[in-house]
């Protein structure tokens, strides 16, 4: 891939979003060790934040945009996920969600 863009350019960039996020990293370092606790407020939101991260994560591995809506519902990865979010619902399990979403993928595969 060409750019027309020089490497003194592209490495300036690369340094000013990596001190960016150094310093947004940083900035909650040093927020919390000048306070003695955290608030319950926040601490209660960041219950949240691995969940919120894996659905980053996962969604759009799963959800294919295709040319028709019969298309993204039909996909493979989406029913398996559906298949495994059903299973992580019902049984609280990890491991089983697993094997559960491995196997409804290995089927919906080879069927469709």
Request: negative net charge; glycine residues 8%; without cysteine.
């Amino acid at each position: 891939m060409t750019t027309t863009y020089g490497p003194l350019a592209i490495w300036a960039v690369v340094l000013v979003v990596g001190l960016a996020t150094f310093a947004i990293r940083y900035s909650f370092v040093y927020l919390f060790g000048r306070i003695d606790g955290v608030p319950p407020r926040i601490e209660e939101g960041l219950r949240f934040v691995p969940a919120a991260v894996l659905a980053a994560l996962v969604a759009p591995a799963i959800v294919d945009p295709g040319p028709t809506l019969a298309a993204t519902v039909l996909d493979d990865r989406f029913l398996a996920g559906i298949v495994a979010a059903g299973v992580a619902w019902y049984t609280d399990d990890m491991f089983v969600t697993i094997v559960a979403g491995m196997l409804a993928l290995w089927t919906v595969g080879a069927v469709l």
